[in-house]
């Protein structure tokens, strides 16, 4: 659902875009935009940005009927006589107009932007318990939901659309809410949806593989992550985790106007951990920071989530809190929806729901649960359809670190869920026991009838996710419902219960 502004600005375009071209008028001011020629409205501004699979241009003529005075456009349209503002990004063009037309609401916040790979929701959420906890109102949009502090709504990407996000900020801005903490997506930044913010503090979780089939290789999807840093403040700050090389890497591009700050357990670093005790209810660590010292204590389980807990601190640093200050936020936040999410039942195992759906992530969450499991670790898991295909054995591989792995369907989409599941399967080792079920409630179900006691099983790939997309349609389906449903009938088998 698109977000609707509250308040309505005029915006001046050649003000706005000094160095454009325009067509039709030496003067433009519009009140409204879109990038959707079903949304225009009498007077407002059409953008004909230059899609993926259609170009914005062949939905002019619907922009016009419907009203539309002003196209924003990379070249003159000479078939159609309307006002015309031309610009060499569209995309970017736009998200400043929307930034623009909402009044500038990131002018008014104090924002944490957070990319990466692996982490970003649970870094943001850890951002945002830090500030509240301080008494510092903070919105959030990320992957799981969007808020402005005192609404929210389940999010529908990892970053809202150009528009959605000028006016999730806008509505920060009404509701007195100073601060933000936001989910930047490689895709967001490569299609500009966030030009016209600036940051107050950029961090990068980490960066392994991961949207080559949008991004092309290692490198690009690496620049556009890249390119959030050059969204910060003057006089704001980077955070990059000394312990990932593709963040760490990312140093030597850093703004001259910005401040670095590391973090790292292993490797040398400004904001360091150390870790004290890893168990099944979190995690005690030391963090150093200059002259300061603090012990901290996290519910959420494994190194990759202290990692997040550094990150975020180092995040929050930039607004003058101290470290022990930071204790009741990180202390009070006990889960994330659909990272390792313990579903409560009566079974003598434990059962997550995570959202791991990259070969990093997989290692992770296995590695987490691990140190903390008496008896096997098992994996149900699978890949998504019409999406990245080299990653497939590389989870294949990953997920084997487990004892069990059960492979099923993710998001299959238009692809053959059995073709997935057989590319996965080839990077799974010979040794390593597995059971094939394309059916995913099936798979979840099998994975719990056949757990023992001490197991731990490990339901990844959707995490917090109500649907699952199956050709064209979107089914509703939800791991941790699944999983609830099949442990309310479980019962102990009499070989374990003897």
Known sequence: MQRTRSTSATVNLRRLFPSASFVGCAEMAVSQAT????????????????????NG??????????GAAVVLTSQPLARVRVNQCIVGDVRAA??????????LPARRLGIVGVTGTNGKTTTTWLVRAILEANRKHT????????SDGI???????????????????????????????IELSSHALQLSRAAGIHLDVATVTN??????????????????????????KRGGLVVLNADDPGSASLAEVVPSSSRLMTFGIENPADVVGRIIEQSNIGSRFVVEHGAEEFEFFTPLIGRHNIENCLA?????????L???SMADGINTLSTVPGRLELIEGRQPFRVFVDYAHTDDALRNVIKAVRPTTRGRVIVVFGAGGDRDVEKRPLMGQAASTADLCVVTSDNPRSEDPDQIIAQIVAGIPAHTKKHIEVDRETAIAWAIRHAKPGDTVLVCGKGHERVQVIGTERVPFDDAAACRQHLFHYRIPKRAAS
């Open 35 to 54: 990038e959707d020629s079903r949304q225009c409205t009498p007077g407002c501004l059409f953008a004909a940005i230059p899609g993926t699979r259609q």
């Open 57 to 66: 241009q062949e939905f002019v003529d619907d922009a016009l009927a419907r």
């Open 94 to 103: 736009y998200s400043e107009l929307c930034q623009a037309l909402a009044g």
């Open 139 to 146: 919105g959030l949009l990320g992957t799981v939901e969007y």
């Open 151 to 181: 609404n929210s709504e389940p999010a529908t990407l990892t970053t809202p659309d150009s528009k959605s996000l000028a006016n999730w900020l806008e509505s920060m801005v009404a509701s007195k809410t100073p601060y933000a903490a």
């Open 207 to 232: 960066i392994t593989r991961d949207h080559f089939d949008f991004h092309g290789s290692f490198e690009n999807y690496k620049t556009s992550k890249s390119r959030m840093l050059w969204m910060v």
């Open 312 to 320: 975020a601190i180092a995040s929050c640093r930039h607004f003058g």
């Open 322 to 324: 101290s470290l022990d």
